[in-house]
């Protein structure tokens, strides 16, 4: 983990509300896995004054290129996606745990919706390039919040839902899962990455068919290093509860307390 400037190199609009920003990483800092986030100082003033916490959607090795997908939601977002190609932003990353590497054997079935596309996809690539292959359910509202040329990076195995049904399956990415085939289906890990109701319905569905299940928890987080306990959320541990800035953000399913 390192506290460093980075420069943005690109800012660019891939859905309604979604921008994909493109920073420089330092390379005296180890490459950001999927999963991991870093924190980001928005803005020059006092105000925002806490840095915000941003996943990975995708690092270039070769060019320490790093990408995050932000979702404009209130002022540090707001600044972020006025933020052109030249500007500085302060990061510190990368920080909190990896998603683990599926069991041999068993398909990763990855489910994100929101801004959990991001980490989702940038697991989804690495996966393929070490032999596996992913299959994908993303969700969404609405097909204008599903960022298209984010979503190609994901690999062919798609299954893309839409709550009002203008574009893949019209549900929620229950649906998504229920349309995957059966083989599929008997011998997968699941992984799962967006809004808390989503993951809570995701871990259930893999809880019922016995198959592990990743989740990458989301929660407000003050200094995202493990100093304050602002992020810590309720756990099946005698410690009863975990930080998910260090502990996390990404858990086994079955120790929430959803
Ligand atoms: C590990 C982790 C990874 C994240 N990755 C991404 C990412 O890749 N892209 C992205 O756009 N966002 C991501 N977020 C959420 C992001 O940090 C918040 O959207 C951001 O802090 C909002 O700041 P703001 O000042 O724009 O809005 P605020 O005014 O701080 O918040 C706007 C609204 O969003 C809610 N909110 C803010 N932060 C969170 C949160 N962490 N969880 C749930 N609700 C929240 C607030 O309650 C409020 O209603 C991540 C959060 C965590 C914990
Ligand atoms: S944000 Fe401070 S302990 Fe996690």
Redesign the pocket.
């Known amino acids: 983990m390192r506290l460093f400037i980075a420069t943005v190199l690109d800012n660019v609009r891939v859905a309604d509300g979604?921008n994909e920003l493109a920073i420089t990483w330092s390379r005296e800092t180890e490459p950001p896995l999927p999963g991991q986030?870093a924190t980001l100082r928005?803005g020059r003033s006092t105000a925002?004054l806490l840095r915000?916490?941003?996943?990975?959607?995708s690092f270039d090795t070769f060019s320490s290129i790093a990408k995050?997908?932000?979702?404009?939601?209130?002022?540090?977002?707001?600044i972020l996606a006025r933020a052109r190609p030249g500007d500085s932003v302060d990061v510190l990353g990368p920080l909190?745990n990896s998603f683990p590497s599926p069991a041999p054997g068993c398909t990763p079935v990855l489910v994100a919706g929101g801004?959990g596309i991001?980490?989702i996809v940038y697991f989804a690539g690495r996966l393929a390039r070490l032999g596996r292959s992913p299959v994908c359910v993303f969700g969404a509202r609405s097909a204008g919040l599903l960022p298209a040329s984010v979503l190609a990076r994901a690999g062919p195995s798609l299954v893309i839902c839409t709550e009002d049904g203008t574009e893949g399956i019209a549900g929620n990415v229950v649906a998504g899962l229920e349309s995957l085939d059966a083989d599929v289906l008997g011998r997968c890990e699941v992984y799962v990455c967006g809004p808390?109701a989503m993951m809570a319905v995701v871990a259930k569905f893999a809880e019922r068919r016995g198959a592990r299940c990743w989740v990458?928890?989301?929660?407000?987080?003050a200094c995202g290093v493990g100093a304050c306990m602002g992020?810590a959320i309720r756990v099946k541990s005698p410690e009863e509860y975990a930080r998910?800035?260090t502990e996390?953000?990404v858990f086994d399913a079955c120790t929430i307390v959803w």
């Not at 915000?52 to 959607?57: G, Q």
């Not at 990458?216 to 987080?221: A, C, G, R, T």
């Open positions: 979604y986030f928005c925002p915000r916490p941003f996943a990975f959607s995050m997908i932000v979702q404009e939601r209130g002022p540090a977002t707001a909190g801004v991001g980490p808390s990458s928890m989301e929660q407000i987080m992020c998910v800035c996390g953000p």
